[in-house]
Every structure is written in structure tokens, then in C-alpha cells.
């Protein structure tokens, strides 16, 4: 039986496991093993409210496991760490508990098809100081970390007496470092209900440095705009043109010699692919160490290797690189899907084209801005409001009926709304 592996159980990730294992895995035709360093998939665009704490990843996480049994496929955790294309293995690092005791130890997977969807790492670009004090958002166990240190915080600025008021800077105006912006204003102004009445959105100080001109250089201006109005208006000391040269443990200093004080420091500016990409010597690589590929997503040189999301290095016919976004993996899945039964029943692949449907910046409870590529005209659609925010939540619904189908999509969209309406709307814990 032929064994497809599947590295990295992001949107594109898993969105692949389940339709091979609902096409391929249910009759036995191919044995489908999904590999990734946690037990737990979160949709990566809402890893800034797992960070502000108003996602409970308790609840609003999908188990590998429990989801692979129930649409047949394995899960192994791990966390890749080599490839040998000769013998068709990767290689995986040891599972270690909480005190550093081995679990599993290293250990190798053999294939006969391989996806790596590994996605993408923030990229620090070397600045000195980066790495040992500002905190990232690559993952939910990151954004967790980020959490704790946020609601130590609140809980020291309450304190009776205590005068300063906290200040965080973000670093990158891309969707992750506006959103974040925005959904802690909002966490701030709920935490007054849940026992930390000397909090208040007026006590938090937030800078968000952008190295570029304008905040999301990659949409268009006018959505920068509507953006960048929203949130000065709530209080975001907006830095365009503002490029660190360090990080030192109470703040960042620019290139401009300014000095930018924080009491946290997140890092959200750029990405690129993990680093053991580059180091497994394997690959053709692009500046953001993504994989090159065909333009049937198999890495070049290597027709068993398929690569899809954040870490595909995908160029257009205009010479333009595919953008990391959740839209592009949840197309590239589809694609390698088909291909990979398509290669079975020995008809040619398709090549994949790269789809923009727009694109949608969440500003909390605020606003919700972007816009929509019209399919028929081929114009761009300006909006925002209420519609806007409606599109937003529809491509996460869309992302969860991707991975449970119609009918348990829709009773967990149900569910969330319930628990949603009982729970606290911050997480405190």
C-alpha cells in the first residue's frame, strides 16, 4: 500500500490529510500519515486572539488524532527535522516531557509521496536582541506564552498604587501586527468585568512600528488608510518608516536612534520558511528559504515531493512570488489532492493557479475592512462594517466545513456560538 506523508498540520496540511483520507485512506488504496509537532490544529489568522486571550485553544482546537480516526488517516507528532529523498525517509526529533525526559526517541518515517506544509516562521532579519526578547506569534503554544506574560501584566498595572501604565510595542504593520493591535484594546476594555478593575483601554500603550511607508503594503492604500485612521482612533501610536536596528529588554531602538520603551515586544514583521528547509541542503530555495516548485507544486528535482502553503516558493507567470496567506494553502491543497489521484490513475497533472479573492483586516469588535475580487468583472471591491466582518468569519466557517464537512461544520459553528454565549469572553488563565 502506498504511504502519502503529510508534514505540518496547518490549514493547507490538514485540509490535504482529510480529503485523502475521505478519498484514499477509507478504501485502503493509500495508507495517509499526518506529521506535526503538536496534538492540536488552531487556524494560524487567529493566533492573535489566542494570544490576547479571547480564543480558548481548549475549546476551539481540532485533535489530530480524534480527527484522523474519524476521517482515516494516522497522526504521528513530531517535528521534522531531516529528509533523505534517496531512501524516501524524513527524520524526526526525540518527544521530550515537561522535564526534558524522553518520550519517543528520534526516530524516521519512510514514503512514497511526500507534502511538506510546514508553513512559515516570523523572520527576524538578525536584528541583535530580536530572538531574546520580543515574543512571536508562529504557533499556538507562542501565543499562549504571550498570554501569560499579558495577564501577569494586567494583573501588576491593577495593583492599588500602581501608576505606570503598560506599555507593548508590535513590530510589523502586515495583518498580524494591525489585528493584534486592535483585539488588545478590546481585551483591555473587557477586562474590567472579570475582577481587574484598574485595567482600561486608556491604560494600554501601544506602538506599532512599520519599516515600510504605510501598514499592510501588500493590500491596497485604501484599505492602509481605512486601517491605519481605525487605529490611531483607538489610541495606536502608528511608526511608518520606522525600522529597528535592536531590541534590549525594556524596548527597541530604531535606525533613526529613537528609543521605542515596552514593558512586551512582539515580533511580526516578515516571514520566511523554518530554517531546518535551508539546512536539510536538499532543496532549491528562494530568499524566504521557500521551496521552489513546478508548477504542478512539486519541489523541483524532486517529483515525490509535493509542497503547498507558507514554505511553497511558487513564482507566476508575471514573475511575482504566490503570497503566504491561508487562501493560497486551502487552494494549493485542493490542487495536490487531485494530483496526487490524478498521478494514480496515470493522468497528467495540473498546474496551479493562484486565485486572489481579496483580502479582509479584523480590527477586533471595531471594524472589519479589505476587499473583494470580483470574479466576473475582475475589479476589486472595497469594503467594510458589518459585511465586512461577515466575509471575515465566513472563510474560517469555510475553513472548518473544509475539514469536517457540511453537516459537522455546521453543528460546531452551533456549539461555538453556544459556548460562546456561557463563557467568559476573556481567558484569564
Not at 20 to 29: A, E, P, S, V, Y
Not at 161 to 182: M, N, R, Y
Not at 190 to 205: D, M, N, Q
Not at 401 to 427: C, D, S, T
Request: aromatic share 6%; proline share 5%.
Amino acid at each position: 500500500m502506498e504511504t502519502i506523508l503529510i508534514v505540518g498540520g496547518g490549514a493547507g496540511g490538514l485540509e490535504l490529510a482529510t480529503k485523502l483520507g475521505r478519498k484514499l485512506g477509507k478504501t485502503r488504496q493509500a495508507q495517509i500519515i499526518l506529521v506535526d509537532r503538536n496534538t492540536s490544529h488552531i487556524w494560524k489568522p487567529l493566533l492573535h486572539e489566542v494570544a490576547s486571550g479571547s480564543l480558548d485553544t481548549s475549546t476551539d482546537g481540532v485533535a489530530y488524532s480524534a480527527h484522523g480516526a474519524k476521517h482515516c488517516f494516522e497522526f504521528q507528532q513530531g517535528q521534522m527535522t531531516g529528509l533523505d529523498p534517496d531512501s524516501r525517509c524524513i527524520h524526526l526529533a526525540p518527544i521530550l516531557d515537561e522535564n526534558n525526559r524522553v518520550v519517543v526517541p528520534p526516530r524516521s518515517l519512510a514514503y512514497d509521496k511526500l507534502v511538506l506544509a510546514v508553513g512559515s516562521v516570523s523572520n527576524d532579519f538578525g536584528t541583535p536582541g530580536v530572538a531574546e526578547h520580543c515574543y512571536f506569534l508562529d504557533s499556538p503554544a507562542q501565543a499562549a506564552k504571550f498570554h501569560r506574560s499579558l495577564i501577569n501584566s494586567f494583573v501588576r498595572v491593577n495593583q492599588p498604587g500602581e501608576q505606570q501604565d503598560l506599555h507593548i510595542a508590535i513590530v510589523g504593520g502586515g495583518a498580524t501586527g494591525v489585528e493584534l493591535s486592535a483585539e488588545l484594546y478590546h481585551v483591555a476594555a473587557l477586562a474590567r468585568r472579570y475582577g481587574l478593575p484598574r485595567i482600561s483601554a486608556e491604560r494600554l500603550k501601544i506602538s506599532l512600528l512599520e519599516a515600510g511607508p504605510s501598514l499592510l503594503p501588500a493590500l491596497p492604500g485604501r484599505i492602509s488608510d481605512a486601517v491605519r485612521r481605525e487605529l490611531v482612533k483607538l489610541g495606536v501610536e502608528v511608526l511608518e518608516n520606522t525600522r529597528v536596528a535592536s531590541a534590549v529588554e525594556n524596548g527597541f531602538f530604531t535606525q533613526d536612534e529613537r528609543t521605542i520603551r515596552a514593558d512586551l515586544m512582539v515580533w511580526a514583521a516578515g516571514v520566511k520558511a523554518p530554517d531546518f528547509i535551508r539546512e536539510t541542503g536538499v532543496f532549491e530555495l528562494n530568499r524566504l528559504q521557500q521551496i521552489i516548485v513546478t508548477p504542478q507544486l512539486q519541489a523541483k528535482g524532486h517529483p515525490d515531493i509535493f509542497v503547498i502553503g507558507d514554505c511553497c516558493g511558487c513564482q507566476q507567470e508575471d514573475g511575482s512570488w504566490v503570497p503566504p496567506r491561508a487562501q493560497s494553502a486551502h487552494q494549493m491543497a485542493s490542487l495536490v489532492a487531485g494530483n496526487l489521484q490524478r498521478q494514480r490513475q496515470n493522468k497528467p497533472m495540473k498546474p496551479y493557479v493562484y486565485k486572489d479573492h481579496g483580502s479582509l483586516v479584523n480590527l477586533s469588535r471595531y471594524s472589519t475592512v479589505g476587499n473583494l475580487m470580483g470574479n466576473l468583472t475582475g475589479n476589486s471591491l472595497f469594503i467594510e462594517g458589518r459585511i465586512a466582518r461577515f466575509v471575515y468569519i465566513s472563510l474560517y466557517r469555510m475553513h472548518q466545513v473544509a475539514i469536517h464537512g457540511w453537516r459537522k461544520g455546521m453543528l460546531m459553528i452551533l456549539v461555538e456560538q453556544l459556548n460562546r454565549a456561557v463563557r467568559p469572553k476573556l481567558k484569564l488563565h
